[in-house]
Each structure stands twice: as structure tokens, then as C-alpha cells.
């Protein structure tokens, strides 16, 4: 009897550890959306976040330097700088390695890389 409430005991740890965590990640997408304009350390979190590149306890600093790492060719900005529409697509196609579509293998610029990626499939 008493393996039997030590087991549900740790089962209910574990659940709400995770429960702990999801509410992070929940916490910086919520303020990312209230925000007027994306910032640079968020936008870098839910990519790194998604494509498993960091934990998804992270902070958005913490995500910054998994970015800067990459060597992706991205200039890391501070994290409450704003990001634009095409860096966060680029660090998307980077994340998640996908290639651009024509246009963004031709003159190779971050904010052609979202039309023609198949990014589309990941919204």
C-alpha cells in the first residue's frame, strides 16, 4: 500500500513539473502577442524552442546564445530589440533547415526566404 502512494506521489511530480514548464512557454507566447511589435530574444525562443535547439525552460537570453551559436549568419541583437517578419522567417527556415524558394536562392536575402519555403505547414 504504502509503493502504491509513493508511486502516485512521483507520478503527480512529474506530471506537474511538466504542468510548471508548459506554463513558461504558455507565459512567453502570451506576452509576446500583447506586445505592438515582436522582440528579438522571444521570437528566438519559440524558434529554438520548437525546433528542440533549447529547452523549452529557457529564457529568451538563454535562447539568444543557442542562436548565436548556430553560426547561421544571423546578427544577434539584443532581446528586446524588434525583429522583423523575414529575420524571424529566416531564423524559421535556419531552425528547422529548410531550403528557400527560388527568389531566396537566387539573391540569398532573409526576408525572401518565407514566400516559396514551405513554411506555411508550420502555422
Known sequence: ??????????????????????????????????????????????AMTAAGLAPEDASPEQALAVLERQEWGIKVRGAGDPVNLGEYSFMLM???????????????????CLPGAGLSRLY
Open 1 to 46: 500500500m504504502k509503493k502504491n502512494r509513493v508511486l502516485l506521489f512521483l507520478v503527480f511530480l512529474l506530471l506537474s513539473g511538466g504542468m510548471i514548464l508548459q506554463a513558461q512557454s504558455n507565459l512567453i507566447i502570451d506576452n509576446l502577442l500583447e506586445e505592438e511589435q515582436a522582440t528579438f530574444g522571444k521570437t528566438a525562443y519559440l
Open 94 to 112: 535556419k531552425a528547422f533547415d529548410l531550403k528557400g524558394g527560388l527568389m531566396y536562392r537566387i539573391l540569398t536575402r532573409p526576408a525572401l
